[in-house]
C-alpha cells in the first residue's frame, strides 16, 4: 500500500500529464479508466478514499429509472435501460438481473393496474432484456413473500432490474484499479488546494495529511468529478459554469435479513416517495429517505432513522417492531443533482439523476454534474470525447476500456482453480463457492490469488471472523488496492461494514492479523484510528 501510494505521489509532483482528475467518486474512476485506456497520460486524486462519499452510500442498484416514467421523462428512461443493458453484458458476473416485488396500498396515486402497464412499458424500452413483468394480487404477493403485511394492499406487480452483487465502492475500485493497470497515477487522502492556469497549463497545489507532504500538479486540463463538491471546486478554481448542484440526503439502514425471498420489495413510503427493502446477503437494506439538504456534509439523524423505522415495520408484517438496536449499519450519501443556474428549490419527483458536462474550453476544464452508476459508461465514453476535443491527443480512442476480461481468461482462471481444488477450500460462512467470487471481485487479477493459495494453502483461510474474505485477499490488498485506512478496507473495498457492526468487527478473531497484512509496523495505530474514529 505505501509503495503504490507513495511511488505514484513522487510521479505526480515530478512529472506533468495530459489530465488531472480531481475525485475518485464513479464519475473520475470511469473518466480515468476510460482516458487512460484510450492513451492519455492521466492523475487523479481524492481528498479522502476513492467511492468514500456518494459513491460508497447507494442502493447498489443499476436500474433503468423506471420512476422517471411518472414525470414523462421517457428519453431519459430509453437512455438509462439501454445503459443498464450495456452494463449486464459488461460485468456478467457484477450486474445482476434481480426481481423487483412492487406492493400498492389502497388508496395510492395510480390503480395498480395502472403501474402494471408502466412497466410494461418500461420493459418494452428496455428491449425485452430482462423477464416480463406480471401483475399481482395481494394474496399472491404474500404467498411469494409472507414478510409483507398485506392488511391495505391493492395489489402490485413484480418486474426486472439489475443490482451490483458486490458493494458499489468496490465496482467503482474496479475502475480505478484498471486505470492504473493502464498507466494512470492514482492516490487517494490527497486534496486540491487550489489549482490556477497560465501559459497553456494548470498548476493545482496538493496537499497529502497521510503522507504530511505538499506539492504541485502540472497538467493540461482538469477534470472535476468532486461529486457534490463540483461547485465548491469551480470557486477555488474561478471557473463559471452553466450548471449548479442541489443536493438530496439518501439514508439506508442495514439489519438482519427480513425476507424470505431474495428479491428487491418495493413500497411507496408514507411521503409518497419509493421505499425499498433490499437483500444483501444474509442482511437487509431498508429505505432510503430523500430530504433536500443545503450541504454535501450530512449526516444520519435521529428522524431519518425513525422514518425509515416506522415505514418498514408497517410495511411488513415483522415478528417483532424493528428498533435501533436492530441497525447493524447506517448510509448516508448526498444525491448531486445537476440543474442550470445557481440554487433554489426542487420537486424531487421531478428532478432526475441525468448527467451534465460543462466545459470551459479556454482553460481547458471540464465539470462533471449529477449522474448515476447506471449511466457510467456513457460518462467516461464523453469524457473521453471531450477532452480530445481539447486538443489532448488519444493514440488509442477506440480501445473498450470497461467490461469484464474475455472468455479465454476466465477459462484459464477457471483451470487453475480446478487444478489446486479451490472450490473445496471454500470456508463454511461463505455462501458461494470461492472461484465464483475470486473471479468477479477481482477479474483477470484473480490469477494472482491463486498463486497465493498455490504457495500455501492456509491462504484459502476465513481470516475476519463472520466475514467472507479469505487471507490471500487481504495480501492481494496490501499490494494492489492502495489502502490507507482500516476503514477503506472494511467499508469501500470489502462490505464488512454492511454486515457486522463496529463491537463485531472490533472483537473479531482475525482482525489483528488484517491490519498486520495491511499495515505491517503500522498496524497497532491503524487499528486504534479505527477504534476511536
Not at 39 to 64: E, H, Q
Not at 124 to 138: E, K, Y
Not at 378 to 405: C, F, H, I, M, R
Request: with cysteine.
Amino acid at each position: 500500500m505505501k509503495q503504490l501510494r507513495e511511488s505514484n505521489l513522487i510521479k505526480m509532483e515530478s512529472e506533468s500529464f495530459d489530465v488531472l482528475i480531481v475525485g475518485g467518486g464513479i464519475n473520475g474512476a470511469v473518466s480515468a479508466a476510460s482516458l487512460a485506456k484510450k492513451g492519455a497520460k492521466v492523475a487523479l486524486i481524492d481528498k479522502g478514499d476513492f467511492a468514500g462519499f456518494t459513491s460508497s452510500n447507494s442502493s447498489n442498484l443499476a436500474w433503468g429509472g423506471i420512476k422517471y416514467l411518472e414525470s414523462h421523462e421517457y428519453l431519459l428512461v430509453n437512455k438509462l435501460c439501454k445503459s443498464r443493458n450495456h452494463l449486464m453484458r459488461a460485468y456478467p458476473s457484477t450486474v445482476k438481473e434481480i426481481r423487483f416485488l412492487t406492493t400498492l396500498q389502497k388508496g395510492f396515486r395510480f390503480p395498480h393496474w395502472f403501474i402494471f402497464l408502466g412497466a410494461c412499458l418500461y420493459w418494452l424500452m428496455g428491449r425485452f432484456f430482462t423477464q416480463r413483468p406480471h401483475l399481482l394480487n395481494a394474496q399472491s404477493i404474500k404467498q411469494m413473500e409472507p414478510a409483507i403485511n398485506i392488511a391495505n394492499a391493492a395489489g402490485g406487480l413484480e418486474y426486472s432490474d439489475a443490482f451490483l452483487y458486490d458493494n458499489d465502492a468496490r465496482f467503482v475500485f474496479n475502475f480505478i484499479r484498471n486505470a492504473m493497470d493502464n498507466g494512470a497515477c492514482i492516490a487517494n487522502y490527497a486534496k486540491a488546494d487550489d489549482a490556477s492556469f497560465a501559459d497553456g497549463m494548470w498548476t493545482t497545489k496538493v496537499s497529502c495529511q497521510e503522507s504530511n507532504r505538499t506539492f504541485s500538479i502540472k497538467s493540461k486540463t482538469v477534470i472535476n468529478a468532486c461529486g457534490p463538491y463540483v461547485d465548491a471546486f469551480n470557486q477555488i478554481t474561478r471557473v463559471e459554469t452553466q450548471h449548479s448542484h442541489l443536493f438530496s440526503k439518501g439514508v439506508h439502514l442495514l439489519v438482519q435479513k427480513l425476507t424470505k425471498v431474495d428479491k428487491v420489495l418495493a413500497f411507496f413510503a408514507s411521503d409518497g416517495r419509493l421505499f425499498f427493502v433490499i437483500p444483501m446477503g444474509k442482511r437487509t437494506c431498508i429505505g432510503t429517505t430523500d430530504t433536500q439538504v443545503d450541504s454535501p456534509a450530512s449526516s444520519v439523524t435521529d428522524a431519518d432513522e425513525q422514518f425509515i423505522l416506522d415505514n418498514v415495520n408497517q410495511l411488513l408484517d415483522l415478528e417483532k417492531p424493528l428498533t435501533s438496536d436492530d441497525v447493524i449499519a447506517r448510509r448516508c450519501g448526498v444525491r448531486p443533482l445537476a440543474v442550470k443556474g445557481q440554487g433554489g428549490e426542487a420537486d424531487w419527483v421531478q428532478l432526475s439523476r441525468k448527467h451534465a458536462i460543462d466545459v470551459d474550453k479556454d482553460k481547458r476544464f471540464v465539470s462533471i454534474f449529477g449522474g448515476k452508476l447506471t449511466d457510467c459508461i456513457n460518462v467516461g465514453e464523453e469524457v473521453a470525447e471531450t477532452v480530445q476535443s481539447l486538443g489532448v491527443a488519444l493514440s488509442k480512442p477506440d480501445d473498450v476500456w470497461y467490461g469484464e476480461s474475455g472468455d479465454t481468461f476466465k477459462q484459464a482462471f477457471l483451470e487453475r482453480a480446478r487444478l489446486i481444488g479451490l472450490d473445496a477450500m471454500t470456508p463454511a460462512y461463505c455462501s458461494e463457492p470461492l472461484t465464483t467470487r475470486l473471479w468477479r471481485r477481482y477479474d483477470a487479477n484473480a490469477i494472482q490469488i491463486l498463486d497465493e493459495i498455490q504457495r500455501d494453502p492456509s491462504q484459502a483461510e476465513q481470516l475476519i471472523e463472520n466475514a467472507e474474505y479469505i487471507r490471500a485477499e487481504l495480501h492481494y490488498a496490501a499490494r494492489r488496492e492502495m489502502i490507507t485506512r482500516l476503514e477503506d478496507f472494511l467499508r469501500r473495498r470489502s462490505k464488512i461494514e454492511m454486515v457486522l457492526t463496529k463491537d463485531e468487527i472490533l472483537a473479531a478473531r482475525g482482525l489483528k492479523e488484517a491490519c498486520q497484512i495491511l499495515f505491517g509496523d503500522k498496524a497497532d495505530e491503524k487499528l486504534a484510528e479505527y477504534a476511536n474514529r
